[in-house]
């Protein structure tokens, strides 16, 4: 069983278009978060939510919006995809709203061409 | 804020050879220092967590230790082998507002050859 699962892994779209990221996780935790690690391989948070509520938002673009529909689930929607979106998205989970061990999941591949 | 700092960038080790990462933290006033390992078109798993109240965890072959006085926590890998090879990140939580988040090292990309 995997416990944090995301869909797509690989994601190429032209710069303009909208795309979404699906996350969920089958842990019972209550904190998920969104990560992006560039081509450095640097990663940083962007967002994130405990038991549904936003509780992280770093300085993200706007285009960006985060969306959980229940404390299981935590999907991302980016808006008019500009070249410098790509990057591997990486979404996760933990208990305690991160206090204890941070479970991540495969990662998305976003190319925006 | 917390800075991560994780020396050398890459690491190439013959195999059987024990190795130790490095990792350095500017805040020492810390939750927990966790080591990860992220293998190439993979996500991250969690190797090791120590608590800030805990001087060191073993899991198997990996061994890491926490000195928050000096700012340094290391990765002990025993008896290396080529299935080692990955890059090893580490992080550490940082408030931010309600909640932690991590902020991670840059990694170290470890090799070990067969």
């Known amino acids: 069983d995997t416990a944090v699962s995301q869909t797509p892994k690989y994601l190429v779209t032209q710069m303009g278009n909208d795309k979404s990221i699906k996350c969920e996780q089958n842990?019972?935790?209550?904190?998920m978060y969104w990560y992006k690690q560039d081509s450095k391989k640097f990663l940083k948070i962007m967002f994130s939510?405990?038991?549904?509520?936003?509780?992280i938002n770093e300085t993200v673009p706007n285009r960006f919006s985060p969306k959980s529909p229940d404390k299981a689930h935590l999907n991302l929607h980016i808006n008019s995809l500009e070249l410098g979106d790509s990057a591997v998205y990486f979404c996760?989970?933990?208990?305690?709203?991160?206090?204890?061990?941070?479970?991540f999941g495969e990662g998305s591949w976003l190319t925006v061409v | 804020k917390q800075e991560v700092t994780q020396i050398p960038a890459a690491l190439s080790v013959p195999e059987g050879e024990n190795l130790v990462l490095n990792c350095s933290f500017t805040d020492s006033a810390i939750y927990n220092l966790q080591w990860f390992r992220q293998d190439p078109g993979k996500g991250l798993t969690s190797l090791l967590l120590i608590q800030s109240s805990q001087r060191e965890q073993t899991s198997g072959r990996l061994n890491a230790s926490l000195d928050k006085s000096s700012g340094r926590s290391t990765l002990y890998i025993a008896a290396s082998q080529p299935g080692d090879s990955a890059t090893y990140l580490c992080?550490?939580?940082?408030?931010?507002?309600?909640?932690?988040?991590?902020?991670f090292g840059s990694g170290t990309q470890l090799t070990v050859l067969p």
């Open positions: 842990l019972g935790h209550d904190t």
């Open positions: 996760a989970s933990s208990q305690d709203r991160g206090l204890n061990t941070i479970y």
């Open positions: 992080a550490s939580p940082i408030s931010s507002g309600s909640a932690r988040q991590l902020t």
């Open positions: 939510y405990n038991n549904k509520e936003l509780i």
